[in-house]
Nanobody, 125 residues
Framework: QVQLVESGGGLVQAEDSLRLSCAAS????????MGWFRQISGKEREFVAG????????DYGDYVKGRFTISRDNAKNTVYLQMNSLKPEDTAVYYC??????????????????WGQGTQVTVSS
């Protein structure tokens, strides 16, 4: 069992930066691949970024490539999402998630086993 708690969301202006954190508690955080998803009200949850268990490989949704960076610190049981050049269309609730397959980065929310409660990111124009 893994418990995930996101933090770092807030209200920013377009072109600003924000860093989200996801703190994990429970067993064997370093054995999970981790992902960030986002959801706009009334729409499906969409893949933002993912990272393998050891941080050796990352993948991104097309709309955030070059702007967002995912990283993890296994010593701190934390995964991060650095978001730069934010746009109003990035406004959403952001969730982190853990996947048991350590080397696989899945863009599908159904492949993740544990989820945080989400943190709101609002980007004003």
């Amino acid at each position: 069992q893994v418990q995930l708690v996101e933090s770092g969301g807030g209200l920013v202006q377009a072109e600003d930066s924000l860093r989200l954190s996801c703190a994990a508690s429970g067993r064997a955080f370093s054995s999970y691949a981790m992902g960030w998803f986002r959801q706009i009200s009334g729409k499906e949850r969409e893949f933002v970024a993912g990272i393998t268990y050891n941080g050796g490989r990352a993948d991104y949704g097309d709309y955030v490539k070059g702007r967002f960076t995912i990283s993890r610190d296994n010593a701190k049981n934390t995964v991060y999402l650095q978001m730069n050049s934010l746009k109003p269309e990035d406004t959403a609730v952001y969730y982190c998630a853990a996947q048991r397959g350590p080397r696989r980065i899945s863009p599908l929310s159904r492949d993740y086993d544990y989820w945080g409660q989400g943190t709101q990111v609002t980007v004003s124009s």
